[in-house]
């Protein structure tokens, strides 16, 4: 197996992040678990097209959703190319393969009176776990980041005289955030908090636990779906609802789709488009509104 060189192929030439490359590890070994149980095969180079739709149909009957599937062969396609670039491979067995169909599901966003009522009714008192987890949601509120993003913030990131955050994004791409005053308020109280906490492990992280190591992906979910769940009835209640929710709030307001572009931190406006349907929604109300022929 070639796995630790195309571990080193993402990461050095295609510049991917470490967590994509666990994935696309994840992917690989739990197809070569398949082949050995199924064909006892202990190279995946060796496998043609069809054992691969097997593999696929046993992951559609064990309810895996297509996006997943499409995640997982998007993953043993890139190892394929590889190998085929290195010589390893004479022709790939994926080259013909079709992505399975995704229903395109509607993010539907937090209004803006279920983001008040998160940050202003619920109990955030002046704990470190209060003033943690009230920052978790205004920086996401207020800066649009992504979850993995958060949890890579370092203190050597933040800017308090220039109120910016310095973000690593996909494929390690850097960005600056701006944050509010009253981000920038809060932020100043929960580093105080942190400060106080008897063992730091995970120094340089700006988001810890209570035992001081540095938050992780369950966590940050289980806060953003706990403290929702008293404020909105809408059945998703996550970290990218509410980045979903500062990009539609923005373009409600009549924000340029390029600068949010900027702040999310797409390389490309047709991935920031899928937020505008509510903006689109929100213009229709005002045209309705206020245009003088609305009313005959």
Not at 11 to 23: C, I
Not at 68 to 76: E, F, G, P, Q, V
Not at 243 to 249: L, Q
């Amino acid at each position: 197996m070639l796995f630790n060189a195309f571990a080193d192929y993402l990461l050095l030439e295609k510049n991917y992040s470490k967590l994509t490359v666990k994935a696309y590890r994840s992917d690989l070994e739990s197809f070569q678990n398949f082949v050995k149980e199924e064909y006892g095969s202990k190279s995946i180079k060796d496998v043609n097209y069809p054992q691969i739709r097997t593999w696929i149909v046993s992951l559609v009957e064990a309810g895996i959703s297509n996006r997943s599937i499409n995640r997982k062969i998007s993953s043993l396609n890139t190892y394929y190319k590889f190998l085929f670039k290195v010589g390893d491979l004479q022709q790939n067995p994926l080259a013909k393969h079709k992505a399975l169909k995704m229903s395109k599901k509607v993010q539907v966003p937090f209004s803006q009176q279920e983001i008040e009522t998160a940050l202003l009714a619920l109990d955030f008192d002046d704990s470190f776990k209060g003033l943690r987890d009230k920052l978790i949601i205004e920086l996401f509120y207020s800066t649009g980041i992504r979850r993995i993003e958060l949890i890579e913030i370092k203190l050597s990131a933040i800017n308090l005289s220039k109120k910016t955050i310095k973000v690593l994004g996909k494929r390690n791409k850097e960005r600056i955030v701006p944050l509010l005053n009253s981000v920038k308020e809060t932020l100043i109280n929960y580093l105080n908090a942190r400060s106080c906490l008897s063992e730091i492990n995970d120094s340089e992280y700006l988001f810890l636990t209570k035992k001081g190591v540095k938050i992780y992906e369950t966590l940050v979910y289980r806060i953003i779906n706990d403290y929702f769940s008293q404020a909105s009835s809408k059945v998703k209640k996550s970290p990218h609802i509410l980045r979903h929710s500062f990009a539609t709030h923005l373009l409600n307001q009549g924000a340029d789709l390029n600068a949010v572009k900027e702040l999310l931190g797409h390389t490309s406006l047709a991935a920031t488009q899928v937020y505008t349907h509510n903006s689109i929604a929100e213009l229709k109300k005002v045209h309705l509104k206020a245009h003088p022929r609305s009313k005959k």
